[in-house]
């Protein structure tokens, strides 16, 4: 056990009732702080008993003063020469050691101007002589908050003092009274807002009888705005009193570390000390106090008289800060500041003042002028005659981590972050009681990062250790680190669930959510909002595994939750509440229960439809794709009226977000034109349909215009509808024309990435199959490839070499063709032609010939598939496979799609040969390929991972293996959520 030992000094009866309550503050903090292994030993002139003591008990006071941390020496009407000699020695200890801390107070006397004159004397020595700020106190609750503060100083791993509802309590525990705090007591918008929550709490007890006794509708709606009004008041207070507890430790500092302070600091401090603001900010404010700055600046004086204006100015800002920050009032912080910061440059001041400048403009969400001025003061703290504290660089590494992270600037974040862990946890080895909290939150806080990067194994290294800390801390004081080790907990779950361990992700959301209960059911105000965040994250994960029914029931304990809270405080939990109903319709939908499903959707619609009227630009998005579920929904039960209605909502709303921002909702934008396309062609409305399908086709060939790897699929589905639709109209021109400009596309695609229809370069050649039988579409095609042919072979007798790379591929497209009619004799004969001459061409040019090798036997190998020859299919798949796994190894980004492609393929045949060994070995190759693939390019191949993992998900289905059917399908289903 720490102890920690305090001498306490004073006239022994002027001040008898105050020592006495000091000695009870004292033994109510060690209650507090045993179980943290703290004790204050605190001594005083009653300490020792009557026994005869060698040297007499003064020797042994003496000696207590000498090994003492802190001293207090209180005055009241009288200096001892007991409690005068007791400084003398506390002093000389002080200057031999720098320790004991001095601290001196005096009791105002009761009868004005009684000072006693021994006791100006003593004043007046520690003002002159010794240079020493000493303070006065009018009531004891004063002196304890003092006294608090100077323990505070010392180190230890205690808990913030915390001022609610007009008491400071310590540790959760009420021990002085704000009424009896003149700094406190003169603070005019704290007390308004503690006077109005007063009222507003018996306003609300009232509304709650009447309500109780005639529980009509309006009633209700009395009790629900009383309500309201009261945690709206509630939370405004709560943001004040902590202010103005800084205020209080401001003023504390200023006082106790020794600083220079000029006259007009010195006198409003006086003042505030009294309670009294407005006198202590006029001077603060005094005109003449601008015009005194200037001359001194004009007769170029030393930075000392610059520093005592620019501390003057400080101490307005703290105080300003304590009273309640509005616009206006932010607006002249930020200005006062400003002067600040330029008068330290120019003459070169101290720049500590510059962290809490940066904190302030983070509060107001002045993230990147924060980020300058945070990185300023860095820049000041790299200069080798600077030596700031290892705490104080943690501090402002840890708020430029925060800052950065906020513009999105990870490299930044993860630099910082690890920058102040290295110092925290260098500061937690030498001393864990103090800074093993703050070490937490660092692990934790790079542990989010790193979820942010999808880095998993650091985010649960960090999220780890962050837990380890606080389930220790929470064992000693539960009451002050059990939110934390909740936090810590639900950060691993969620964590585990991204990374499908459920197993772990039930047990650390089960874990947060215990904790979370027992918080709420003693403070629900503060802790129901997380606990409704934990069982939403419960349901999602169950919903994750399919375990629907505990799905449902943490999700609705969510809802229940959010419901009684946006009644309360609808601005604050009114989009909780909308994004509970959708993630409960979204639960309905996937278990096919789609009048539920739609039921749940519309309510978070009408909450949507409110909050989007208020406030178009946060909640339009979140509007839209409500509607957009609700017409998904209303196809779901065939109610196309209602689904054409929500669609051409959500077109609305979507038309208008990509006029202002097009790179962000023009993708959006296409897919919703191409989703009432489909409606209409469904419903045979096809002159709306192909509207429809050509405006998402204008739009998806102006985003592949620029980024063609990302939209060109879509573009390509855009095609195919459009084809479809002229098909459906007997437009056999258009028909053409789309199907060949999808094929166009489709067979540039397979350069990279061959077909992933098994239907070779042709790539969309399938589609016309079915689509132009009866036309002369194959013939023609037929026709101009046996030219080429002809062309080719007559050319290669003159110059071999020249043609032979132009032949082999007329060979293997007309065997394609073949292919795709089902004329097999005259494919196999082709597709062994080109066989042929690119094995040749390959032996001479691997570099150049391999990768069209491996397309021929890919294509020769999916025309004995076809014709069911599977053995030969087998050879040539595996022929294709020997090459595009050495072409991948030495070029992943090139080929790794077509090998994803040659594994599928074989997982294919493995299928129909019934060898589900090696099928499933192909398909969790084929995964593995595009999980890298989809690391490095989402955009480009999230959907070729979401089709592996559903047909993977079928694939355990098939063999009964439930457990990992359900992983691969909510794998797919993660992802679709990102797309």
């Known amino acids: 056990m720490k102890e920690i030992k305090i001498f306490l000094a004073s006239s022994i009866v002027d001040l008898k009732e105050d020592r006495s309550a000091i000695r009870e503050f004292f033994n109510q903090l060690n209650k507090i702080y045993h179980n943290r292994d703290v004790y204050f030993d605190l001594i005083d002139c009653e300490t020792y008993d009557s026994s005869i003591a060698i040297g007499g008990k003064q020797s042994q006071y003496d000696k207590e003063i000498r090994d003492s941390e802190l001293c207090f020496f209180l005055f009241y009407r009288k200096v001892g020469e007991y409690t005068k000699h007791e400084f003398e020695v506390a002093l000389e200890a002080f200057k031999d050691k720098g320790k004991p801390k001095i601290d001196t107070y005096f009791k105002t006397a009761q009868i004005e101007n009684e000072v006693y004159e021994d ?7 520690l003002r002159t002589e010794l240079g020493h700020y000493y303070r006065t106190y009018d009531h004891i609750d004063t002196l304890k908050l003092r006294i608090w503060n100077q323990i505070t100083t010392l180190g230890l791993d205690l808990s913030e003092n915390v001022l609610s509802d007009g008491e400071i309590k310590i540790n959760g525990q009420a021990l002085i009274k704000a009424e009896n705090v003149p700094l406190l007591k003169g603070n005019k918008a704290l007390n308004e807002l503690t006077k109005r929550k007063k009222e507003l709490k018996a306003s609300l007890d009232e509304a709650r009888k009447v309500y109780l006794a005639n529980p009509s509708e309006e009633n209700e709606s009395l009790f629900f705005d009383a309500s309201a009004e009261l945690n709206k008041v509630s939370k405004q207070l709560t ?48 005109k003449d106090r601008e015009n005194e700055l200037e001359r001194a600046k004009n007769r170029h004086q030393g930075k000392n008289e610059i520093q005592g204006y620019v501390n003057e100015d400080l101490l307005w ?159 000693k004081s539960p009451d002050a680190y059990e939110p934390d080790l909740a936090t810590s907990y639900n950060n691993l779950a969620v964590s585990y669930n991204d990374v499908n361990d459920y197993e772990k992700s039930e047990k650390y959301h089960l874990l947060a959510t215990e904790i979370r209960e027992r918080l709420a059911k003693k403070n629900p105000d503060a802790y129901e909002p997380n606990l409704a965040m934990s069982y939403n994250n419960l349901g999602v994960s169950y919903n994750d595994i399919m375990d629907y029914e505990k799905s449902k029931r943490y999700k609705l304990l969510a809802t229940e939750i959010y419901e009684r809270l946006a009644k309360k405080i609808p601005d604050a939990y009114e989009p909780d509440l909308a994004a ?63 689904s054409e209605k929500y669609k051409l909502l959500t077109i609305e709303i979507r038309e208008r977000l990509a006029k202002k921002n097009p790179d962000a909702y023009e993708p959006d934008l296409a897919a919703s034109y191409n989703n009432i396309g489909v409606l209409y062609a469904n419903i045979n409305d096809f002159e709306k349909s192909e509207k429809y399908f ?22 390509v589905k855009s095609y195919n509808s ?7 109209k007997n437009d056999f021109e258009k028909e053409e024309k789309y199907h060949f400009l999808a094929a166009e596309i489709r067979e540039n695609l397979s350069n990279k990435y061959w077909d992933t229809n098994e239907s070779g370069s042709t790539g969309n050649y399938n589609n016309l199959g079915a689509l132009y039988k009866g036309t002369n579409y194959y013939e023609n095609l037929e026709k101009h490839y046996l030219s080429k042919i002809r062309e080719y072979e ?131 190759l084929e995964v593995g390929v595009y999980e890298k693939s989809t690391e490095k390019n989402a955009e480009q191949y999230r959907e070729k991972l979401i089709e592996a993992y559903a047909d993977m998900s079928l694939f355990y289905k098939a063999m009964k293996n439930r457990k990992q059917a359900r992983l691969y399908k909510k794998l797919a289903k993660q992802l679709r959520k990102k797309s």
Request: charged share 30%; with cysteine.
């Open 119 to 125: 006791v100006a004397a003593f004043m007046e020595r």
């Open 317 to 475: 800002i703290n105080a300003k800060k304590a009273q309640g920050v509005n616009k206006e009032s932010a607006n002249a912080i930020i200005e006062r500041y400003e002067k600040v910061l330029n008068l330290s440059r120019e003459y070169d001041l101290d720049k500590d003042f510059m962290y809490d400048y940066a904190s302030f403009l983070y509060k107001q969400n002045e993230f990147s002028k924060a980020i300058l001025v945070a990185e300023e003061l860095l820049y000041f703290y790299s200069n080798p005659n600077l030596s700031p504290s290892e705490y104080t660089l943690a501090e402002l590494y840890n708020l430029l981590g925060i800052l950065c992270d906020d513009v999105n600037d990870y490299e930044k974040t993860e630099k910082y972050h690890l920058l102040t862990l290295e110092i925290r946890e260098r500061l937690a080895k030498k001393n864990p009681d103090v800074y093993e909290p703050g070490l937490a939150i660092s692990y934790n806080n790079i542990g989010v990062l790193y979820v942010n990067i999808n880095n998993f194994e650091k985010s649960e290294k960090y999220f780890l250790l962050a837990t380890e800390i606080r389930e220790r801390l929470a064992k």
């Open 239 to 286: 943001e004040i009193e902590k202010q103005a507890m800084s205020f209080v430790s401001t003023v504390f500092e200023i006082t106790s570390d020794g600083r220079v302070l000029t006259q007009r600091q010195k006198k409003a401090l006086e003042y505030f000390n009294k309670g009294d603001y407005d006198s202590a900010q006029l001077i603060l404010e005094d």
């Open 694 to 715: 050509l405006l998402a086709t204008e739009i998806r060939e102006g985003l592949a215009k620029k980024n063609p790897d990302v939209y060109e699929p879509d573009l």
């Open 580 to 642: 509970s109903y959708n993630n409960i319709g979204n639960l309905y939908r996937d278990i096919n229960d789609y009048e539920k499903s739609k039921k749940y959707y519309l309510l978070a619609t009408e909450i949507r439809e409110r909050l989007a009227k208020k406030n178009p630009d946060a909640f339009e998005t979140d509007l839209a794709a409500s509607y957009n579920n609700l017409g998904v929904s209303c196809s779901d039960v065939k109610d196309y009226e209602k």
């Open 722 to 728: 459009l084809a479809i639709i002229y098909e459906k």
């Open 794 to 924: 007559s050319l290669s007798k003159e110059t071999p070499d020249g043609f032979k790379p132009d032949l082999a591929a007329c060979y293997h497209n007309i065997g394609v063709l073949y292919k795709d009619i089902k004329d097999y004799n005259k494919a196999e004969k082709y597709l062994l032609s080109a066989i042929e001459m690119r094995a040749a061409l390959a032996k001479e040019s691997p570099d150049e010939y391999e990768s069209d090798l491996a397309m021929s036997y890919n294509s020769l190998g999916i025309l004995y598939k076809n014709a069911k020859d599977y053995d030969n299919a087998k050879k040539y798949y595996l022929l294709a496979l020997k090459i595009i796994e050495r072409l991948a190894k030495e070029n992943p980004g090139m080929y790794e799609p077509n090998l994803a492609e040659c594994y599928n393929n074989l997982s294919k045949l493995y299928k129909k040969i019934e060898d589900f060994e090696k099928e499933e070995k192909y398909r969790l």
